[in-house]
């Protein structure tokens, strides 16, 4: 079953504005994980993020992760138009299986 | 480095037929395999996830008698769809993880399976 809920479902900016997305999640994690993929497409690893981690960044991308709420965000600077994609957080249980949230379908606007 | 690819990238079958879609690690070797179904604008599930050398684990409501995988090698896990349905067209994704990075999956491109 998913363990994660994406919000929003779906997200529709315009170039150059930041871009954000959350994951909830329901159980005990070791780590927690962005993925992009573009439509029809296999996915890119973003960013992992450990359980006793509170932010990372990489690039134009920040997450933040706190546990207490059980809850992630993928924060995405100075959107561009290559950034349009679907954004999936990932939850690892064990020493491998990741579990998937619903995904952001997030579109940006020339 | 650590690329994932997938064949074939579509396939159109009839139903009643079986198909094989191969997952190859090109510039590693993949101690861990998974393969996972997607439906339309969903998320994906996972079906399993073989080690080379051993058996599938595959998750709760997967039919390991329809959906065959081996993992023979550190390169190659294949996935065969047996006696396809309409209802099984979907695109399949496989995903490789290697010994001292076990925490990232690096993905195939995916596979588009039409049954007609």
């Known amino acids: 079953s998913q363990q994660g809920e994406e919000d929003p479902q779906a997200l529709s900016i315009q170039e150059g504005e930041n871009a954000t997305m959350n994951c909830s999640y329901k159980?005990?994690?070791?780590?927690l994980q962005w993925y992009r993929q573009n439509s029809g497409r296999g996915l890119v690893h973003l960013i992992l993020?450990?359980?006793?981690?509170r932010e990372k960044h990489s690039g134009r991308l920040r997450v933040t992760l706190d546990t207490s709420k059980k809850s992630s965000s993928l924060l995405i600077t100075a959107s561009r138009a290559a950034d349009t994609a679907s954004y999936f957080c990932?939850?690892?249980?064990?020493?491998?299986?990741?579990?998937f949230g619903q995904g952001t379908r997030l579109t940006i606007n020339p | 480095g650590a690329v994932v690819s997938q064949h074939p990238s579509w396939v159109i079958c009839k139903s009643g037929t079986s198909v094989k879609i191969e997952c190859r690690s090109l510039?590693?070797?993949?101690?861990?395999m998974f393969w996972y179904r997607q439906f339309p604008k969903q998320s994906l599930m996972l079906m399993a996830t073989?080690?080379?050398?051993?058996?599938?684990?595959?998750e709760q409501g997967v039919e390991k008698d329809k959906f065959l995988i081996n993992h023979a090698s550190l390169t190659l896990s294949t996935l065969t769809v047996t006696s396809a349905h309409p209802e099984d067209s979907s695109f399949y994704i496989c995903?490789?993880?290697?010994?001292?990075?076990?925490?990232?999956?690096?993905f195939g491109p995916g596979t588009r399976l039409l049954v007609l």
């Open positions: 990932a939850t690892a249980q064990g020493a491998q299986k990741l579990v």
């Open positions: 159980t005990s994690i070791n780590n």
């Open positions: 993020i450990r359980s006793n981690e």
């Open positions: 073989s080690n080379e050398g051993s058996k599938a684990t595959y």
């Open positions: 510039d590693f070797q993949a101690t861990t």
């Open positions: 995903s490789a993880s290697y010994q001292g990075k076990q925490e990232t999956q690096y």
